[in-house]
């Protein structure tokens, strides 16, 4: 049982990673538009530092979480990071009628990726990870 909980979460780790990783790429790739469309429109302050730190955690957390090393410091990062890219970008009670759901939707699921990422800061990345950090 032990070997299939450690499948598991490998498989969970590739699943965020998945989620994650293509997304901070295209970001560093175009880091301009995640600046105009979404920071400055939303009248975040510092727009620019946010976005380097925003696209820095959303590399380098999901190569953390794929490797296995530092799950905690990895976990809790990506955590913030979805917490207040909800809040910036999904303020579904601020949207007209006809984007409401759309808008409800992305928040509720940006919720449940911050429940799974929860599940992997108190469980750990399993057998199958580099032993680097453990506790962090």
Known sequence: MDRLNDVILLLGRLLITALF????????????ALL??????????YPEVLTVLGIAV???GP????????????????????LVAT?????????PAAQWDLQFIQFLKNLGIVGGLMFYLVTGPGRFSLSIGRHW
């Open 21 to 32: 990783l293509p997304v901070g790429v295209h970001k560093l790739t175009n880091p301009d």
């Open 87 to 95: 809040f910036v970008s999904h303020k579904f009670w601020t949207f």
């Open 58 to 60: 959303e590399i380098a």
């Open 63 to 82: 190569l953390a979480i794929l490797l296995g090393v530092f799950p905690r410091l990895s976990a809790l990062g990506l955590i913030a990071f979805t």
């Open 36 to 45: 105009t469309q979404s920071l400055v429109k939303s009248g975040v302050p």
